[in-house]
């Protein structure tokens, strides 16, 4: 494609993806976001638009030659709750809702390809713009599936990508196998009897076993799990009903667990149920563990990231592309999809100084927008090759 019109796009672009910053919205209630993008979909002349798929998400269906093959390309549209610190022009104008994990970026590229596509073709067969609500919950992608989906816009592949702070613009990075790991919440309530702190003996206070409880959950991934598994244990909450001069009859240790192979998540599960009643029988109070599994693990097909590879030739230069060395223990919504068909998720940088994803002063990059939207752009034309 000719210089001046990526730099047209760009500009194009940089509008689209300011005017969703300044306009956030949590996950579900992404209906202007929604309604943007299927607005400028149907401009560039989509042959289908379907809205209000899995609540507020939206595909765009492009159709050119006589191909039957399918591929699905995808972004997120949904904010968090952070009060953003930003002086630009296009801070967020929802207070308390702020696009601090780039998804208004990602919504930009994927609405830049889908122009270029549109006008430009290149390829035959048919691409599906996936546009899902509420990555940052893990029910965004489920509630798409649910609503049919797969039936009703069918595609054999899909690709995504998220930036990535820390790695230079105009890098690109992604692996074969692991990429992204499952993400399980847990709760665990000690019910005993609380009474005066001055007679801890004549109840069954719950703060000392709940501290030792936080200390042997270490003992899950350092001696329960093969030291070749991944995972992370951590407790991030522990709160009681006790006040200053009276001992707690109830405690509630809440934390998060990360892994990448549901083996794995089903034995933290096991030895934190087993290591929760030991030590609450050790205390005299009883322990009620509540355990639920909110991200699957993203694992990348093979195949998929060999082309993701070679698409990324065409888009950056030889010495910006690499392997990434391990998988990342943060999680994404995009696993959901790649439970149904293969999938390949890569990361973009978003530049050496950034700040990390989720911190209140975070920014998207626009530098980096071209290079997303170039990237589905080549991902489409050599998987629909004509
Ligand atoms: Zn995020
Ligand atoms: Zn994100």
Redesign the pocket.
């Given at each position: 494609m000719a210089e001046l019109d990526l730099e047209a796009l760009k500009r194009e672009m940089t509008a689209w993806r300011r005017d969703l910053h300044a306009h956030p919205e949590f996950g579900f209630e992404e209906k202007r976001t929604a309604a943007f993008v299927a607005a400028r979909l149907r401009e560039f002349g989509l042959d289908d638009v379907a809205e209000g798929v899995g609540g507020t998400g939206v595909v765009g269906t492009l159709k050119r030659g006589s191909g039957n093959r399918a591929i699905a390309l995808r972004a997120?549209m949904d904010a968090l709750r952070i009060s953003e610190q930003s002086a630009a022009p296009y801070r967020s104008g929802n207070p308390g809702v702020m696009h601090a994990?780039?998804?208004d970026g990602?919504t930009a590229m994927l609405l830049g390809a889908a122009k270029l596509l549109a006008g430009e073709g290149g390829f035959d067969g048919t691409v599906r713009f996936i546009f899902q609500p509420a990555?940052?919950w893990g029910k965004g992608a489920l509630a798409m599936l649910d609503d049919g989906l797969l039936q009703r816009f069918p595609f054999d592949e899909i690709f995504g990508l998220?930036n990535l702070p820390g790695l230079p613009v105009g890098h690109f990075e992604t692996r074969a196998g692991p990429i992204m790991s499952a993400e399980d919440n847990f709760e665990i309530v000690l019910r005993g009897l609380g009474g005066h702190a001055a007679r801890p003996h004549s109840g069954n206070e719950t703060l000392v076993a709940a501290c030792a409880l936080v200390t042997n959950l270490q003992t899950i991934v350092s001696r329960r799990l093969s030291p070749a598994d991944i995972a992370v244990v951590s407790v991030t909450e522990l709160i009681t009903d006790g006040t200053r001069n009276a001992l707690p009859g109830l405690a509630r240790i809440l934390g998060d667990a990360r892994s990448f192979r549901p083996e794995v998540s089903a034995a933290i599960e096991r030895q934190m149920r087993v290591i929760a009643e030991g030590t609450a029988a050790a205390y005299n109070v009883a322990a009620e563990v509540n355990y639920s599994r909110e991200f699957v693990p993203l694992r990348n097909d093979a195949e998929l990231v060999e082309a993701a590879f070679a698409a990324a030739r065409n888009v950056f230069e030889p010495g910006n592309i690499a392997v990434a060395r391990e998988p990342m223990t943060a999680s994404?919504d995009f696993a959901r999809f790649v439970d149904h068909v293969p999938g390949c998720f890569v990361f973009l940088g978003n530049g050496v100084a950034s700040p990390p994803?989720h911190n209140s002063s975070y920014d998207f990059n626009d530098d980096g927008l071209v290079f997303g939207a170039s990237f589905h752009v080549a991902i489409a034309r050599q998987r629909l090759a004509i």
């Open positions: 997120d994990c780039g998804h990602h990555e940052e998220h994404e994803l």
